[in-house]
């Protein structure tokens, strides 16, 4: 189909092409009204350098944008200059269709540049057998078999309007490389008897988390419907998720019901505000309470899956709502990760766990006093290269099957700290899917540079006019000559 922008009178089997910095939600659906063939939305090669307004505008408009239903394909795409020439052109193109005079309407029709966009047409289909993969990993504690285990989550995928430019940065790229900091700062401490602690350190990397957690849903039913001793069966003191951890000033404790008294969930929580109170008097730190709603489709944070199963978890996060238009969106890439507010927030939370690990508190330490330091100091260089290495890539669950090269490091990375590394694997059942992936979500799209059909039409009128006008004067000339001949005999005869 020919190209068009949104400025365009008619957009009816037209490819409309909008920039981010003129998108909006109005534009989007005069494009559908008018039955366009197609939409493509151009995002910046530099997230940076865009207001943060507008990509604010476009986070909170994704969830429209996959919530309505339409037959018309929408395609992203990010700018260069070629791109960004033919949208130039394309442009001008479409704004003279408002011009005043007839005349010049036809007269730039029929001698501008359009393009024809084509794409290959292939139809998506249902991708069978996919397998979400996630990973799992142990460090255990001195003073026997019936330690308490402490159990670290973060899920590993992302997600956005559309999957091959969401990278996750903050949501949850932030949550994944914290937990693999606390991996390495915790190893280091239960690899010497002396500094090893009454407690089991279990570390979960869920996959499928976007897609209601279904990673972590078949790993607790693996765990505790189909095994007969599992250290999620034995003694759980908590379950602590880690998720959107990159910015802000505040960090929220997330729970389904308040923590008792006296049970090592209610530590962690006292621990917390310590360290907060302590250390880092600039943040601002607070427990937000919402039960579990079953009537939901989907689950609000991933310490619910937890909470069904009747185990105590909580999730922090910088972000006070589960409805932040953060967590799913493609605008959430690099640039959204504040280094050393999530270094900060690390250290913050190694600090928490080790004051209840350790049992310091009760031990009468003071809350200022810092574990972490010097040698085990929270590595700023390393959490860089995490988060640089996981936003170079996207990471939504139907691009990451078992052999990604995401699945293998993350196993690799594990492996280096954590003992009894494992993988679990989740397929939807064949019978009646919780989910269901397509294929074709990344197309090459062609432009090819063409004259509009007006042109052709008045070539071949102008062909035809020239074409009279040769075949007259041919007539003309014939005319002329036989009068002339006819002339020329009447003379001689005369003569004669």
Same mark, same amino acid.
């Given at each position: 189909?020919?190209?068009?922008?949104?400025?365009?009178?008619?957009?009816?089997?037209?490819?409309?092409?909008?920039?981010?910095?003129?998108?909006?939600?109005?534009?989007?659906?005069?494009?559908?009204?008018?039955?366009?063939?197609?939409?493509?939305?151009?995002?910046?090669?530099?997230?940076?350098?865009?207001?943060?307004?507008?990509?604010?505008?476009?986070?909170?408009?994704?969830?429209?944008?996959?919530?309505?239903?339409?037959?018309?394909?929408?395609?992203?795409?990010?700018?260069?200059?070629?791109?960004?020439?033919?949208?130039?052109?394309?442009?001008?193109?479409? %704004? $003279?269709?408002?011009?005043?005079?007839? !005349?010049? #309407? +036809?007269?730039?029709?029929?001698?501008? *540049? =359009?393009?024809?966009?084509?794409?290959?047409?292939?139809?998506?289909?249902?991708?069978?057998?996919?397998?979400?993969?996630?990973?799992?990993?142990?460090?255990?504690?001195?003073?026997?078999?019936?330690?308490?285990?402490?159990?670290?989550?973060?899920?590993?995928?992302?997600?956005?309007?559309?999957?091959?430019?969401?990278?996750?940065?903050?949501?949850?790229?932030?949550?994944?490389?914290?937990?693999?900091?606390?991996?390495?700062?915790?190893?280091?401490?239960?690899?010497?008897?002396?500094?090893?602690?009454?407690?089991?350190?279990?570390?979960?990397?869920?996959?499928?988390?976007?897609?209601?957690?279904?990673?972590?849903?078949?790993?607790?039913?693996?765990?505790?419907?189909?095994?007969? %001793? $599992?250290?999620?069966?034995?003694?759980? !003191?908590? #379950? +602590?998720?880690?998720?959107?951890?990159? *910015? =802000?000033?505040?960090?929220?404790?997330?729970?389904?019901?308040?923590?008792?008294?006296?049970?090592?969930?209610?530590?962690?929580?006292?621990?917390?505000?310590?360290?907060?109170?302590?250390?880092?008097?600039?943040?601002?730190?607070?427990?937000?309470?919402?039960?579990?709603?079953?009537?939901?489709?989907?689950?609000?944070?991933?310490?619910?899956?937890?909470?069904?199963?009747?185990?105590?978890?909580?999730?922090?996060?910088?972000?006070?709502?589960?409805?932040?238009?953060?967590?799913?969106?493609?605008?959430?890439?690099?640039?959204?990760?504040?280094?050393?507010?999530?270094?900060?927030?690390?250290?913050?939370?190694?600090?928490?766990?080790?004051?209840?690990?350790?049992?310091?508190?009760?031990?009468?330490?003071?809350?200022?006093?810092?574990?972490?330091?010097?040698?085990?100091?929270?590595?700023?260089?390393?959490?860089?290269?995490?988060?640089?290495?996981?936003?170079?890539?996207?990471?939504?669950?139907?691009?990451?099957?078992?052999?990604?090269?995401?699945?293998?490091?993350?196993?690799?990375?594990?492996?280096?700290?954590?003992?009894?590394?494992?993988?679990?694997?989740?397929?939807?059942?064949?019978?009646?899917?919780?989910?269901?992936?397509?294929?074709?979500?990344?197309?090459?799209?062609?432009?090819?540079?063409?004259?509009?059909?007006?042109?052709?039409?008045?070539?071949?009128?102008?062909?035809?006019?020239?074409?009279?006008?040769?075949?007259?004067?041919?007539?003309?000339?014939?005319?002329?000559?036989?009068?002339?001949?006819?002339?020329?005999?009447?003379?001689?005869?005369?003569?004669?």
């Amino acid at each position: 189909m020919s190209s068009r922008t949104v400025e365009a009178e008619v957009l009816s089997r037209r490819c409309v092409m909008m920039r981010l910095a003129d998108f909006s939600y109005e534009k989007y659906q005069k494009a559908l009204r008018q039955s366009a063939g197609a939409v493509v939305i151009i995002l910046p090669k530099n997230m940076s350098t865009m207001p943060q307004d507008i990509v604010q505008q476009f986070m909170e408009l994704e969830p429209e944008l996959l919530a309505t239903e339409t037959i018309v394909p929408v395609y992203f795409a990010m700018e260069d200059d070629e791109l960004l020439s033919i949208y130039t052109q394309t442009q001008v193109s479409s %704004s $003279s269709q408002g011009s005043s005079s007839a !005349a010049e #309407v +036809l007269l730039h029709s029929a001698t501008a *540049n =359009g393009f024809q966009m084509v794409t290959s047409g292939a139809q998506s289909k249902a991708v069978s057998d996919w397998a979400i993969t996630s990973l799992e990993g142990r460090l255990a504690g001195v003073g026997g078999e019936d330690l308490p285990t402490i159990v670290v989550v973060a899920h590993y995928d992302s997600f956005g309007v559309a999957p091959w430019l969401s990278y996750g940065a903050d949501s949850n790229g932030s949550g994944v490389a914290v937990l693999l900091e606390l991996a390495r700062l915790f190893s280091r401490l239960y690899s010497h008897k002396r500094t090893q602690a009454g407690y089991n350190l279990l570390f979960f990397l869920s996959g499928g988390g976007k897609f209601n957690y279904q990673g972590t849903k078949r790993w607790l039913e693996d765990n505790l419907d189909h095994t007969e %001793s $599992s250290l999620l069966q034995d003694n759980v !003191a908590f #379950v +602590l998720c880690l998720d959107t951890l990159g *910015n =802000g000033d505040g960090l929220h404790l997330h729970v389904s019901k308040p923590p008792k008294e006296g049970s090592p969930q209610h530590a962690l929580l006292k621990e917390l505000q310590m360290v907060v109170s302590e250390q880092y008097p600039d943040v601002k730190f607070s427990m937000v309470h919402k039960k579990i709603n079953l009537a939901d489709d989907t689950l609000a944070w991933e310490h619910e899956r937890f909470g069904i199963r009747r185990l105590p978890a909580f999730t922090l996060s910088h972000l006070e709502s589960h409805r932040s238009a953060a967590r799913n969106s493609i605008m959430d890439m690099r640039p959204h990760v504040d280094l050393k507010k999530l270094s900060r927030n690390t250290k913050l939370i190694a600090e928490a766990l080790a004051r209840v690990i350790y049992n310091l508190t009760e031990k009468g330490t003071n809350g200022d006093l810092e574990i972490f330091t010097q040698q085990m100091q929270v590595q700023e260089e390393q959490l860089a290269s995490l988060v640089d290495w996981l936003t170079t890539q996207p990471r939504a669950a139907q691009l990451v099957d078992k052999d990604s090269t995401v699945v293998s490091t993350l196993e690799y990375y594990l492996g280096r700290y954590l003992k009894d590394v494992k993988r679990h694997f989740v397929r939807a059942d064949k019978r009646d899917p919780e989910f269901v992936f397509y294929d074709q979500l990344k197309q090459t799209m062609n432009a090819y540079r063409v004259k509009p059909a007006i042109f052709d039409l008045l070539l071949a009128l102008c062909i035809a006019a020239y074409l009279g006008v040769v075949y007259l004067a041919v007539q003309s000339l014939y005319r002329s000559t036989r009068r002339s001949r006819n002339w020329s005999a009447e003379e001689t005869k005369f003569m004669l």
